[in-house]
T-cell receptor, first 113, second 114 residues
Framework: DGGITQSPKYLFRKEGQNVTLSCEQN?????MYWYRQDPGQGLRLIYY???????QKGDIAEGYSVSREKKESFPLTVTSAQKNPTAFYLC????????????FGPGTRLTVL | DQQVKQNSPSLSVQEGRISILNCDYT??????FLWYKKYPAEGPTFLIS?????DKNEDGRFTVFLNKSAKHLSLHIVPSQPGDSAVYFC?????????????FGTGTSLTVIP
């Protein structure tokens, strides 16, 4: 089945540790996105990538880093510099050209203790 | 500053009646609008979209209306069903030199009462 996978579903880390969230898609989509959702807020864009080896900062990129070495993969690293990392993280992808519809993965709930 | 706003955090509707969810935006550069449905601890599911060149798009029980002059769009669900109970997010897309960016509202929690 084609889709977007994020692993793990729940992740716990100690404060001060870096953690990497996985996002993989087999939809052959060119563009990939990372969002963060907090209670009572909409989805806020962290980073996005239109093509391999290229990515752009979103509205809340501070304390995060990404890489796009393969078309299928767009991992997000939450660094110790991120002041409030506990949140629900969502990855999305989109085919460039055609409609602008994004499709989302199931999300990863990160809790920093 | 929030460029896409959903001013109603929650909405309750009786089963079988119409649900109307509203969304306002501020950026006239937005040219594509989407509605997503989301359950807790899951990713949003795409529902329906509309291009800025249209004022209405229909898909089964779901209809999206776009009023560009008012910078307003709405999602109509009719008839509403208990399975429609979820959080609905409005999103808008802008084409930038660096690629498409999407802006989301804060969501409206819909409860359909049996």
């Amino acid at each position: 089945d084609g889709g977007i996978t994020q692993s793990p579903k729940y992740l716990f880390r100690k404060e001060g540790q870096n953690v990497t969230l996985s996002c993989e898609q087999n939809l052959n989509h060119d563009a990939m996105y990372w969002y963060r959702q907090d209670p009572g807020q909409g989805l806020r864009l962290i980073y996005y990538s239109q093509i391999v080896n290229d990515f752009q900062k979103g509205d809340i990129a501070e304390g995060y880093s990404v890489s796009r070495e393969k078309k299928e993969s767009f991992p997000l690293t939450v660094t110790s510099a991120q002041k409030n990392p506990t949140a629900f993280y969502l990855c999305a992808s989109r085919m460039t050209g055609g409609t602008d519809t994004q499709y989302f993965g199931p999300g990863t709930r990160l809790t920093v203790l | 500053d929030q460029q896409v706003k959903q001013n109603s955090p929650s909405l309750s509707v009786q089963e079988g009646r119409i649900s109307i969810l509203n969304c306002d935006y501020t950026n006239s550069m937005f040219d594509y609008f989407l509605w997503y449905k989301k359950y807790p601890a899951e990713g949003p599911t795409f529902l329906i979209s509309i291009s800025s060149i249209k004022d209405k798009n229909e898909d089964g029980r779901f209809t999206v209306f776009l009023n560009k002059s008012a910078k307003h769009l709405s999602l109509h669900i009719v008839p509403s069903q208990p399975g429609d109970s979820a959080v609905y997010f409005c999103a808008a897309s802008a084409h930038l030199n660096t690629g498409n960016q999407f802006y989301f509202g804060t969501g409206t929690s819909l409860t359909v009462i049996p």
